[in-house]
């Protein structure tokens, strides 16, 4: 008499999807703790931010309004420019462009060029 060798016949049609290994719990709540504690890290990130931008600013004497208690700072730049600035992202737009640009000081930087340096000129100073 020969023996049948195939595989046990199942109620699942051929080709329906494997059913994936069950995870352990405690690899659920690990990860969902580490999520948890990124997602507060970012939250005091951007709170910081939101609080330390309006301050290097002012250091710098350049002109802002608020809005959105905060949240949004309307910059003014010496060359008569306006920026949106949202100061807990960094992110900043000078309106009339979609350029997206980010950082603070970056920020600073493009609202008070600095005078060309005679190093970066080639010209000798007088």
């Known amino acids: 008499m020969i023996e049948d060798t195939t ?7 051929v080709g329906a999807p494997v059913q994936p290994s069950v995870r352990r719990v405690d690899d659920d709540d690990d990860m969902g703790a580490y999520w948890r504690d ?3 890290a970012r939250q005091a990130k951007r709170a910081d931010n939101r609080k330390s931008s309006p301050e290097l600013l002012q250091e710098a004497s350049i ?5 959105n208690g ?3 700072l309307i910059v003014r730049t010496d060359g008569g420019h306006v920026v949106d600035f949202w100061p807990g992202t960094g ?7 979609t350029q997206r640009h980010g950082g603070v000081r970056k920020l600073i930087k ?8 005679a ?3 080639g010209r000798r100073p007088t």
């Not at 992110?91 to 462009?97: D, Q």
């Not at 493009?110 to 340096?117: R, V």
């Open 63 to 67: 002109q802002y309004t608020t809005k």
């Open 91 to 97: 992110l900043w737009i000078m309106r009339g462009s």
């Open 7 to 13: 595989a046990p016949a199942t109620s699942e049609p």
């Open 70 to 72: 905060g949240a949004h």
């Open 110 to 117: 493009f609202c008070k060029p600095q005078a060309p340096n």
């Open 38 to 40: 990124v997602k507060a």
């Open 119 to 121: 190093e970066l000129t």
